[in-house]
């Protein structure tokens, strides 16, 4: 997409025009408008409509200067709250205390609405809420009763903020959110929340590749896990087998995944809550295809399409509040990644179709990396002369241009 400055050049050596000479028309002095054009500095509105008209642009240059500087304050606005969400965060590590019923309300709400919105108005809603709670821990002004379930709801909202940051590509914050929570679940005592912590921790260190670390965040996990209670421990398992998995432990992997299956079946008591905060069965599904693809192709790379398919079916024929869009995209790239290691293109190319028209704000961190990911062996010399390959290659190198 060109840039002001590089159109504002443009146009003024279509025009033959030195900067000296568009100088004199827009009444600005040449070395403004060469901070200007080579974007060192933003031109002034002022300074856009007079090259507009003395370029004979019809309004482009006023347009592109208009989107920059909805951009500009678009950028600055997230960086306020990100800024302000991870000053909360340190505070609730080193603090913690926090709030009660219509709170509690905004969260189980805010977890569900979580898994079909973008993760910035969800990042937004999560800080604003979370502030509210934290205010009233700080100041005391709740029941003493109250105060676990206060904590609680810190902790989920501190664990939105987690995600929310994770998928916008920062796992730096994303962890000081993580650790906020786990603080949280701490002075609450809530075994559920911390291990979804230790969960979510290792998911944050698999995004930066630290398998190690993230295998310890997941063991270190199982220690809050209770009998039938919940999915954390089936989460826990699957976090683990992406773990061996991307270790290269093809058969402990599998095991892991079996656990999972096993633990499940135990289940006898319901997670507190659903949404972001709860592990369906499409999720452990996607979780066992997301984990398998990392491995040597062949029966692992069989299971993985076929638990990416059960996870794409599952969500989109069960209920509303379980079905997590950005995961279920996800699913897609899952199973045309293991479709590619079946040596199946065509399948493949089928498979990432419904990913490859989304909007950019709608392209989380995950997708990106995996689809680049998916790109990297299609691009492989033995499809050189494929053409499906080729053009999937294309589509995914301009789904964030």
């Known amino acids: ?14 025009a033959g025009l030195s900067l000296a000479g568009l100088a004199q028309h827009v009444h600005y002095d040449r070395t403004s408008l060469h901070h ?21 642009a019809d ?14 304050r678009e950028a600055a606005a997230t960086h306020r709250t990100r800024a302000a969400a991870l000053a909360m965060s340190r505070d609730l590590a080193a603090l913690a205390d926090l709030d009660i019923s219509e709170l509690q309300d905004g969260v189980s709400v805010t977890a569900v609405d979580y898994l079909a919105s973008p993760p910035g108005p969800m990042m937004d809603r999560a800080h604003v809420l979370r502030g509210e709670a934290f205010e009233r821990l700080r100041s005391g002004h709740h029941r003493p009763q109250d105060r676990s379930d206060l904590y609680v709801a810190a902790g989920r909202l501190s664990g939105v903020l987690s ?7 920062d796992a730096e914050e994303a962890l000081e959110h993580a650790t906020a929570a786990g603080r949280c679940a701490e002075f609450a005592g809530d075994a559920e929340l911390a291990a979804w912590v230790a969960g979510t921790k ?8 630290d398998y190690g670390r993230a295998l310890e965040f997941v063991r270190d996990g199982y220690q809050w896990v209770g009998h039938g209670q919940g999915t954390g421990e089936a989460r826990l398992h699957c976090g683990e087998a992406q773990c061996l998995a991307n270790l290269g432990d093809s058969r402990a992997a599998n095991a892991a995944l079996d656990a999972a299956e096993d633990a499940r079946e135990r289940i006898r008591r319901p997670d507190t809550l659903s949404g972001l905060f709860g592990f369906s069965q499409a999720k452990q599904s996607y979780y066992a295809g997301s984990s398998l693809i990392w491995l040597q192709g062949g029966h692992d790379a069989e299971r993985a399409a076929r638990e990416a398919v059960t996870a794409i079916q599952s969500w989109q024929a069960g209920p509303a509040d379980e079905r997590s869009l950005d995961d279920e995209r996800l699913a897609h790239i899952y199973l045309a990644t293991a479709r590619v290691q079946l040596d199946d293109v065509e ?8 990913v490859l028209s989304l909007p950019l704000e709608e392209q989380i961190s995950w997708i990106v990396k995996r689809a680049d990911r998916l790109a990297g062996m ?3 010399p033995r499809y050189a002369g494929n053409r499906t390959a080729l053009e999937t290659v294309e589509a995914i190198n301009a789904l964030a241009a």
């Open 59 to 72: 309004g482009k240059l006023v347009e592109v200067w208009l989107r920059e500087d909805r951009d500009r």
């Open 36 to 56: 200007y054009e080579t974007g060192r500095r933003p031109a002034p509105l002022e300074v856009a409509e007079a090259a507009d008209e003395a370029l004979c």
């Open 163 to 169: 995600y929310a940051l994770l998928d916008m590509g």
């Open 378 to 380: 299609l691009s492989a």
């Open 347 to 354: 399948g493949a190319a089928d498979a990432i179709r419904p």
């Open 1 to 14: 997409m060109t840039t002001f400055p590089e159109l504002l050049r443009t146009l003024r050596m279509q």
């Open 202 to 209: 290792s998911l944050i260190a698999r995004f930066q590749g």
